[in-house]
């Protein structure tokens, strides 16, 4: 996102600077190490769900732990069960593992972007002779900004259960969710969905902490934090002292910071939708500060990235890198300044209207 580091995020860092930056004062994270609490005390506050905390581990990145989870559930040749549109880093450390992406296209509808759960049964039950091991679910979803209810989520609940699959579940968007619409950690719906699912989160999204390089897993299943415990410092990556500090304080101390982004946020969505040309489809996204538009319509191919990034000089994301469900889709960051907005949608329009011109002369 396009703006300052939350004051208390910078506070932190510059008393950690000031006074120490040597070892960590922490000598493994088997009991939650110091931010087991702090998860803990931010599921309760913000989504009134109660985990325990000393089933925290730390990484350096949710691909890292997303990653170190593969390698201790799943053999070579495993499939994960996935949503597409799929944000590309996840299948990327899905296919280095040897593992296979089996993946169920979300669709666009007139009430948002669903998925059909019988397709995923589907592709959960009829893989052969493979093994279908994971449900890697993203909630809410990059990029579609779709944030699942409660029907959707039990019923991909029941279809975990009926083929016993582990849940990855990334969450890292849920502090980014816009009223009405709530977030439902996936595995707080029930005691035995709690103990097969593995919550993946940080700070990154929500409040710019990427370049510090820190996450956390909850490990609902016991032998999957022991498994994680065994190789400890093998996969999760080293943690820095400033990462955990910045994360700490970020989830302590930056509600009321977060809370006057996701009003802008909230405000930017909207301009999305007022500044676009009515040929590029956009639904409103109920979580992220991502824009998903459908530029199908446009006639520039599989990519449209490269006529925005030429025509318009507006960088975007190329929705083909999302996957086949990706084609002819690109994806705008929103968190910015408004006069930021204002003028990528303004090159937008204009860069579209020239080629319509253009072409109309031929």
Not at 79 to 106: K, Q, W, Y
Not at 249 to 269: C, S
Not at 279 to 297: K, N, V
């Amino acid at each position: 996102m396009d703006y300052p580091t939350a004051p208390a995020v910078r506070e932190a860092l510059h008393r950690r600077v000031e006074s120490d930056l040597g070892y960590p004062a922490w000598f493994d994270d088997s009991d939650g190490g110091p931010l087991g609490q702090v998860f803990a005390e931010r599921m309760l506050r913000r989504f009134r769900t109660v985990v325990d905390g000393t089933h925290v581990r730390m990484f350096t990145d949710i691909n890292q732990a997303l990653l170190a989870t593969l390698h201790v559930a799943t053999e070579p040749g495993d499939a994960v069960l996935l949503h597409t549109p799929a944000c590309p880093p996840f299948v990327d450390v899905i296919t280095r593992a040897g593992r296979r992406a089996l993946t169920v296209p979300m669709e666009p509808t007139s009430q948002g972007w669903k998925f059909d759960p019988v397709a995923m049964e589907g592709a959960a039950r009829d893989l052969g002779s493979g093994r279908c091991r994971i449900l890697f679910l993203v909630n809410p979803h990059n990029p579609t900004g779709r944030v699942l209810v409660r029907e959707e989520l039990e019923d991909l609940a029941e279809i975990v259960l009926r083929h016993d699959l582990l849940v990855i579940s990334d969450e890292v968007h849920a502090d980014l969710v816009f009223a009405p619409h709530q977030h439902i950690p996936f595995a707080s719906l029930s005691n035995e969905i709690a103990s097969r699912t593995v919550t993946l989160t940080s700070g990154s999204k929500a409040f710019n902490l990427a370049g510090l390089r820190c996450a956390v897993a909850h490990a609902g299943p016991r032998w999957i934090r022991e498994a994680f415990d065994e190789r400890r410092g093998l996969m999760s990556g080293q943690v820095s002292v400033l990462g955990v500090e910045a994360l700490k304080a970020a989830w302590t101390h930056g509600d009321g910071w977060l809370d006057q982004v996701l009003t802008v946020l909230d405000r930017n969505r909207r301009l999305v939708a007022d500044g676009l040309p009515d040929s590029i489809g956009y639904q409103i996204p109920e979580a992220t500060f991502l824009a998903w538009l459908d530029c199908r319509r446009l006639g520039l191919g599989t990519d449209p990235m490269p006529f925005f990034r030429d025509e318009a000089k507006v960088l975007l994301f190329s929705g083909s890198a999302f996957g086949p469900a990706g084609d002819g889709f690109v994806r705008l960051n929103f968190a910015t300044s408004r006069p930021v907005l204002d003028e990528k949608l303004a090159r937008l329009r204009t860069a579209l209207a020239c080629a319509s011109a253009t072409t109309s002369h031929r």
